[in-house]
């Protein structure tokens, strides 16, 4: 159990300097302006870590997961929910026809777009926290979001996988992930955000869900051919658009 605290914190420690004064967790945009003062900033508040071959690699794992599960093909039209400063973006939009990445804060928003700047079929757009207004009914084949939920309320995480609905073709594809809180890592990693005082807990601070309740979102939005895997901490779901 030593061992995985460890790990758990390594991955999830976040040293930028929460936001003052402290939000409520519903103020999204608020949170994340905040915390993406500089791309420094942006990059810790996200990841936790600094290092460009680290953010390559991770983005590179995320691309073969979604390889594995929803499959990735070179006419996609793909969008990422809370594309920070484009991480994945940076690996996927290669080998896509256009690639969206959406991000609540406008800086975040700012980071992307000089990141990603040598990348024509990459575009980055501000969103509200709350859907995904500038995105068109049916223009979308792949909407994916990742490390994102734990930041979330159980409400936003259900409005976006509706609105990925909305915005999906027919036979589009949804992917969604959050830490497992049936897997023993995961509780580990709840129990340790547990030592938080409830009155000193940043608005930003990670949360949990289940395998059901991520299945139960797809399975109210309409998704069909729902599945789900482990990996590592997480509980990761992907369903089709009829």
């Not at 997961?65 to 039209?77: H, I, N, S, Y």
């Not at 800086?107 to 859907?131: F, T, Y």
């Not at 909305?166 to 809180?181: E, K």
């Amino acid at each position: 159990m030593r061992r995985i605290l460890r790990k758990i914190r390594r991955r999830f420690a976040k040293t930028a300097p929460p936001p003052p004064p402290p939000p409520f967790r519903h103020e999204y945009k608020r949170t994340w302006e905040a915390l993406a003062e500089t791309e420094d900033s942006a990059k810790m508040a996200v990841s936790g870590y600094l290092d460009e071959g680290m953010y390559r690699s991770h983005g590179l794992k995320t691309k073969a997961m979604l390889e594995d599960t929803v499959g990735l093909k070179p006419d996609d039209v793909i969008l990422e929910i809370g594309a920070g400063v484009g991480r994945v973006g940076a690996v996927l939009a290669p080998g896509c026809k256009r690639w969206i990445g959406a991000d609540v804060s406008s800086k975040m928003v700012g980071h992307m777009r000089r990141r990603l700047a040598d990348l024509p079929n990459a575009e980055a757009i501000e969103i509200s926290g709350h859907d995904l207004a500038p995105i068109p009914d049916a223009s979308v084949d792949l909407v994916y979001c990742t490390v994102v939920f734990m930041h979330l309320e159980e409400w936003e995480r259900y409005r976006y996988v509706r609105e990925a609905f909305r915005v999906l073709r027919p036979g589009g594809r949804l992917l969604v992930d959050n830490v497992n809180a049936l897997d023993d890592g995961g509780w580990a990693f709840f129990e340790h955000l547990l030592s938080f005082p409830p009155e000193n807990r940043p608005p930003f601070v990670s949360k949990t869900s289940t395998p059901q309740e991520l299945v139960n979102y797809l399975t109210r939005a309409g998704f069909h051919g729902i599945g789900q895997r482990n990996v590592d901490l997480f509980i990761v779901v992907h369903g089709v658009k009829p």
